[in-house]
Each structure stands twice: as C-alpha cells, then as structure tokens.
C-alpha cells in the first residue's frame, strides 16, 4: 500500500521570499504523483501532477515540484510566495498499477506573513 | 465548465438521526470517489465508485456508512445512526477515467456534517 508523509505541519515565509513544502512517499513502483491545494472552506484544487517524464514538473500559480526517486520525495517549490498562497497544501500518491486510490498525505499549513 | 457539485454545504444534525449527503460529478467522468477530511488532517478515502458499481469500499468505517450511483452520475453516501465522531467534511471528487492513466481528481467543495 502506498503512503505519504508531509512531514511539517505549519511553515511560515514572508511575503516574496521562495518556498519549499516537502512530501515524501512510499510506493514501491514508479506514482503518480499530485500536489493540491485547500483555501478555507474550499475544495481541493490540483497545482500539478507528475506522472512520468521529465521530473521537474510544472504547475499553476507559479508552483513547480521535482521528482526525486532515490529520495521517494516530491517537493513543492515556488520562488517568490504571495500573500494569498496562504493555505493548506497536501501532497498525494496514486498507484499506476492494480485500484487506483490517491492516498493523501496529512497536509502543511502555509502561513504568509507581509 | 460545471465542477464537481455537493449539496447540502453543511449538514447538522442529532446523534441517532440518518443523513445523506449527495454528489454530483463533472459530465462524463466514470470513477467517482468519496473521502471523509477531520480537523487538520489531509483527506481520507472511504469508497470509490468505477460506473454503477463500488469498485473499493475498503475505507468505510463500519456498516452505518453506505453509497450508491445507480445510474453512474450522481451518487449519494448514506450514514445512519450517526454518532458525534463521524463529524467531518465529506468530500467527493471524480476523474475521467480511472486506473493506470493516473487522472487527476476534481474535488467538490465537500459536505460539513456536524452531528450534535
């Protein structure tokens, strides 16, 4: 079964400054591989998707995440944060073999401060 | 184009009661997915829906929790003799297809079930 593990629960950065949110995952074969994102009382929205290819994956709202498969990681990074990036971000695994069942990680918490 | 719709918004309701919470997925998707969100965790799937048929309810917490889709568009999750620890939003999302293309999922803005 697959797994992912988001391992910091808050992150604060001030307005401008670069961001990295980190996910790791465990799935023995190649994921697919989602980033979303939760404004409050919203849905989840995708911000990218990798699959496979090339393994810096490009995404909305200026986020870009990177595929690493000797570190089973999958990073999200954006250069410069805006104020209204604030919100929860969750990392997801699917499984590209057998039932197809995202399984999401527990979420960072974005905190932007001007 | 129209999203993923889930009505009713927020649900309150008395321990004991039944109460179902609907789905509407995007045109034309076939998988359909159910997942239940606690305060500060990320989503949890409860059962997936491939056409008219659950093709994996293994994430349903015991038998008070039960979908359907019985005509593969809209489907409906059904909880009864809530109790208070079932309280959470429930989201719904569908994807065009479902298996090794990897589709994303399109989440609805999801259902608050309060149970008092």
């Known amino acids: 079964a697959q797994s992912v593990t988001q391992p910091d629960i808050h992150i604060t950065v001030s307005e401008g400054a670069s961001l990295e949110l980190r996910c790791n995952y465990s799935y023995g074969a190649t994921p697919y591989l989602f980033w979303y994102v939760q404004s409050p009382g919203q849905g989840l929205q995708l911000l990218l998707k990798?699959?496979?290819?090339?393994?810096l994956v490009q995404g909305i709202k200026g986020f870009e995440a990177e595929f690493k498969r000797s570190q089973s990681s999958f990073n999200l990074r954006k250069p410069s944060v805006h104020w209204s990036d604030a919100a929860e971000y969750f990392c997801?695994?699917?499984?590209?073999?057998?039932?197809?069942?995202?399984?999401f990680g527990r979420g960072t918490s974005l905190i932007v401060h001007p | 184009g129209a999203g993923v719709s889930q009505t009713p918004s927020n649900k309150v309701t008395e321990k004991g009661k039944y109460v179902e919470l609907r789905c509407d997925p995007i045109s034309g998707h076939t998988a359909l997915y159910w997942y239940r969100q606690s305060l500060g965790q990320g989503p949890e799937f409860l059962i997936y829906f491939q056409g008219t048929g659950a093709a994996d309810d293994s994430g349903l917490p015991n038998d008070r929790f039960f979908a359907v889709r019985p005509e593969g568009s809209v489907s409906t999750l059904k909880i009864q003799r809530t109790e208070r620890g079932d309280s959470a939003v429930y989201l719904c999302?569908?994807?065009?297809?479902?298996?090794?293309?990897?589709?994303?999922?399109?989440f609805g803005n999801g259902t608050r079930l309060t149970v008092t």
């Open positions: 999302a569908s994807s065009l297809l479902a298996g090794g293309d990897g589709s994303p999922l399109h």
């Open positions: 990798y699959f496979s290819g090339d393994t």
């Open positions: 997801a695994v699917g499984a590209s073999g057998g039932s197809y069942i995202p399984t």
